[in-house]
């Protein structure tokens, strides 16, 4: 779930064109234009605005309307940076009819596209910054050599602001069609159902922008790989875990144990269902078990000011490890910290949440009671399986900035 706000980190660079090609291909990633710190306003609204998303996407993919009446234009290949979302399924651009968009934002033009057909109907997706509407069509979508013919997409006139910056047109959701509110098949699923990816993942890096103390997290670069993984930046064996349910909606994985300043910390297994989310910029998760983690950081307190955040002193370097069955990942320091609460403050805030405070999330209803974003993804390469469903780790090599605390093989 995106953003970019503290929901929608990624962007590579989308064309609606172009033929066929079956070797991995490595996209570099756009680093979003340093927007500055944001403030710690921003983190407790994209926190709100994470917990409806969560809590709300089943019933969002089942409102979703389906296609019809169409519009045939000329041809003219329009690229556009999208966001990559594993959080969510739909691929959305900015519409030239859009009057919520700002002046930068490169729009797409139904005009100058000959194949495109665009339905009467519309829809809208709901993401962890914000929300779009639009229109339902359908066209011809290319991602460097590799093409969906009748991909459908939202037209978006709509948008909240503040959930596109930059260059950036829109988002390309990563995971399964089972919850696009545009009821469809998402890009990445067509090239896997159709063979046209020689290995049917998707491999993530994030970078880290390292001795930037004004860096926050959503100033990423990094590569992402489309029909396998980039070698050159993990070492060891990727850790595929499979993923629990049936039928696959999000990534997801059960998280096992989490480790805080060298203790284990207890999980909830009843609410241990995780969403791996390159589109979140945070981790959330359930009250008891983030009440836990900030319980094992001595002078650690609730944020009053900010629903579901905790603050901990800022002279204390949090070790925080996260495990899903396998392996325990340790998390960055640097990624657990926000910032000061406060000009001044003796205290900082930390990068895991409360999110279901205040939420409608339900454990055991299929909804993910934690979702796993950035300060989590920048410490390992992760790896997303289609067949059998699985979500991977691997160790970052020292190409990729190495993942801190985990030793050379
Ligand atoms: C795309 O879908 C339309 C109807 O939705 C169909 O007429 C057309 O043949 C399809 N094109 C391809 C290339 O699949
Ligand atoms: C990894 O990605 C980089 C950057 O996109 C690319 O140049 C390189 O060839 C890739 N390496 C491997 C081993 O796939």
Redesign the pocket.
């Known amino acids: 779930m995106p953003p970019s706000s503290i929901l929608l980190p990624l962007s590579l660079s989308l064309c609606f064109l172009l033929p066929a090609l079956a070797e991995p291909l490595h996209f570099d990633l756009a680093r979003r234009a340093p927007a500055g710190v944001h403030d710690l306003n921003y983190y407790a609204a994209a926190a709100e605005h994470l917990r409806g998303k969560y809590g709300l996407a089943k019933s969002v993919a089942i409102k979703g309307r389906a ?1 019809a009446d ?1 519009n045939m234009v000329n041809q003219v290949p329009q690229p556009f940076s999208v966001i990559l979302d594993t959080g969510s399924s739909d691929l959305w651009v900015a519409d030239s009819s859009c009057t919520t968009c700002t002046r930068a934002t490169p729009v797409f033009n139904a005009a100058s596209s000959s194949s495109l ?1 665009l339905s009467q109907f519309g829809t809208n997706i709901k993401y962890g910054s914000g929300e779009v509407a639009g229109q339902i069509g ?1 066209d011809v979508v290319s991602m460097g050599g590799f093409t969906v ?2 991909q459908t997409f939202l037209a978006v006139d709509t948008l909240t602001d503040g959930l596109l910056d930059g260059r950036v047109s829109g988002i390309l959701g990563l995971a399964f069609s089972t919850i696009a509110s545009t009821r469809s098949i998402p890009f990445w699923q067509t090239l896997a159902a159709s063979g046209q990816l020689t290995t049917p993942e998707m491999g993530f890096w994030m970078t880290r922008v390292r001795g930037d103390p004004t860096a926050r997290e959503e100033e990423y670069g990094g590569v992402f790989t489309l029909g396998g993984t980039n070698t050159s930046l993990y070492d060891g064996d990727i850790e595929f875990l499979d993923m629990p349910g049936r039928t696959p909606t999000f990534w997801l994985l059960n998280l096992k144990s989490i480790t805080v300043q060298g203790n284990n910390v207890p999980v909830t297994q009843a609410s241990a269902l995780s969403a791996i989310d390159t589109g979140t910029t945070l981790i959330g998760g359930p009250t008891k078990d983030v009440q836990a983690i900030y319980a094992a950081i001595p002078g650690s307190q609730p944020v009053t000011s900010m629903r579901g955040f905790y603050s901990f002193p800022c002279t204390t370097k949090p070790a925080l490890s996260l495990s899903f069955g396998g392996q325990s990942w340790p998390i960055n320091p640097t990624d657990m910290n926000l910032g000061r609460l406060a000009t001044g403050s003796s205290q900082c805030v930390g990068g895991i949440f409360d999110l279901s405070l205040g939420s409608n999330i339900v454990s055991g209803g299929g909804n993910p009671n934690w979702v796993v974003g950035a300060t989590f993804l920048k410490n390992v390469y992760s790896v997303y399986r289609a067949s059998p469903p699985q979500v991977g780790f691997a160790r970052l090599s020292s190409a990729a900035g190495g993942s801190e605390g985990l030793t050379a093989p």
């Open positions: 296609a169409i057909q359908q013919q009748n």
